[in-house]
T-cell receptor, first 114, second 116 residues
Framework: AQTVTQSQPEMSVQEAETVTLSCTYD???????LFWYKQPPSRQMILVIR??????QNATENRFSVNFQKAAKSFSLKISDSQLGDAAMYFC???????????FGTGTSLTVIP | DGGITQSPKYLFRKEGQNVTLSCEQNLNHDAMYWYRQDPGQGLRLIYY???????QKGDIAEGYSVSREKKESFPLTVTSAQKNPTAFYLCASSPMTTSANTGELFFGEGSRLTVL
């Protein structure tokens, strides 16, 4: 079974600074999808960014970018110019290309310090 | 607007009672899911369904039941057999992966169940 590991239960960052959240996964497949979701205190899960494994280029969405290292099975999220509204739980998720199962990490709680 | 609607948002139950959580989507997604979220444990899959009238157990299906009679609806029943049902429950749906999309999950706002 696929596993997703987030080794940082908690992280903090100064407002306007940059922070990187780590995620590693275990798979024997070559084609899959990776996601980062944000869960603010409202508990609504929001998609932050997505990455197709067959694409070598790292995905970017405004202040959010990923460092996708396929051989190392690593998928870290970089948040630039951190804002107070970025404070949330962040979950890394994996989806196989075939089938509909998703696998989630245990999350990283991000605190933004004013 | 398209989306996923979960109800109720908060629910209280006495021990020994069954309760049903509603989940409706108007995104025309084929797959639907129920997750349970406890502090420090991330999201755990209870059940998922890929098509109408078919569903599969997830990692923690014991004490839960589901139905998928319509594409838009995937209700979850928490039965009295569930030993520790107090939790936050999230419903989600996803489209099939295609060249145009990555089939990500779309979530409802969640339902908080508390057993008294």
């Amino acid at each position: 079974a696929q596993t997703v590991t987030q080794s940082q239960p908690e992280m903090s960052v100064q407002e306007a600074e940059t922070v990187t959240l780590s995620c590693t996964y275990d798979t024997s497949e070559s084609d899959y999808y990776l996601f980062w979701y944000k869960q603010p205190p409202s508990r609504q899960m929001i998609l932050v960014i997505r990455q197709e494994a067959y694409k070598q280029q790292n995905a970017t969405e405004n202040r959010f970018s990923v460092n996708f290292q396929k051989a190392a099975k690593s998928f870290s999220l970089k948040i630039s110019d951190s804002q107070l509204g970025d404070a949330a739980m962040y979950f890394c998720a994996y989806r196989r290309n075939t089938g509909n199962q998703f696998y989630f990490g245990t999350g990283t709680s991000l605190t933004v310090i004013p | 607007d398209g989306g996923i609607t979960q109800s109720p948002k908060y629910l209280f139950r006495k021990e020994g009672q069954n309760v049903t959580l509603s989940c409706e989507q108007n995104l025309n997604h084929d797959a639907m899911y129920w997750y349970r979220q406890d502090p420090g444990q991330g999201l755990r899959l209870i059940y998922y369904s890929q098509i109408v009238n078919d569903f599969q157990k997830g990692d923690i299906a014991e004490g839960y039941s589901v139905s998928r009679e319509k594409k838009e609806s995937f209700p979850l029943t928490v039965t009295s057999a569930q030993k520790n049902p107090t939790a936050f429950y999230l419903c989600a749906s996803s489209p099939m992966t295609t060249s145009a999309n990555t089939g990500e999950l779309f979530f409802g706002e969640g339902s908080r169940l508390t057993v008294l």
